[in-house]
């Protein structure tokens, strides 16, 4: 069964605390992207690889970073320098620059 | 970046009523998508549509590029259709409108 995976679907972190969300597909898509979405509103990018082992900063990247070490993997860890991490997070992914496809997402809540 | 504008915000429809929902851009874009988010957040491909009409069931989309808009219509209103509506334009990355809440009543 084709698609994109998350997990964990919700997650709790203490303040201060790194926390890592995952993101797997197996569309063999090369392009892979991750999103936030706070209540009210529209999705932002954080971070996209179109390439194994390559990824861009996007319109939010601050407090956040990822690796892309397998083609149907792209993990997003949130830090401790996200001063408001509170949100659902979106993976996405595309062949090339085509049409997105989005995973379940993950909410998380700082404590 | 592309700015992109929907409207109305917030559309409330009698089941079985039609709607046409509008997005706006600033710049010329290589696609432009349509998304449903359901109530647990779910993010579902709806149309991939650079220009001209599409038609999926009682949904169909129509993106007139060189005016810079999409347009999405729902017939026949149910129940289901409730949730947000988001139009993304393509570049490298999506950017997204604020979303069009339409709330379907039986």
């Known amino acids: 069964d084709g698609g994109i995976t998350q997990s964990p679907k919700y997650l709790f972190r203490k303040e201060g605390q790194n926390v890592t969300l995952s993101c797997e597909q197996n569309?063999?898509?090369?392009?892979m992207y991750w999103y936030r979405q706070d209540p009210g509103q529209g999705l932002r990018l954080i971070y996209y690889?179109?390439?194994?082992?390559?990824?861009q900063k996007g319109d939010i990247a601050e407090g956040y970073s990822v690796s892309r070490e397998k083609k149907e993997s792209f993990p997003l860890t949130v830090t401790s320098a996200q001063k408001n991490p509170t949100a659902f997070y979106l993976c996405?992914?595309?062949?090339?620059?085509?049409?997105?496809?989005f995973g379940p997402g993950t909410r998380l809540t700082v404590l | 970046g592309i700015q992109v504008e929907q409207s109305p915000p917030d559309l409330i429809l009698q089941e079985g009523a039609n709607s046409t929902l509008r997005c706006n851009f600033s710049?010329?874009?290589?696609?432009l998508q349509w998304f449903h988010q359901n109530p647990w957040g779910q993010l579902i491909n709806l149309f991939y549509?650079?220009?001209g009409t599409k038609q999926n069931g009682r949904l169909s989309a129509t993106t007139v590029a060189t005016e810079r808009y999409s347009l999405l219509y729902i017939s026949s209103s149910q129940t289901t259709d409730s949730g947000v509506y988001f139009c993304?334009?393509?570049?490298?990355?999506?950017?997204f409108g604020a979303g069009t809440t339409v709330t379907v009543r039986a």
């Open positions: 996405a992914s595309s062949m090339g620059g085509n049409e997105q496809f």
């Open positions: 569309l063999n898509h090369d392009a």
């Open positions: 690889s179109q390439i194994v082992n390559d990824f």
């Open positions: 710049d010329s874009v290589n696609n």
């Open positions: 549509i650079p220009s």
């Open positions: 993304a334009v393509v570049d490298y990355k999506l950017s």
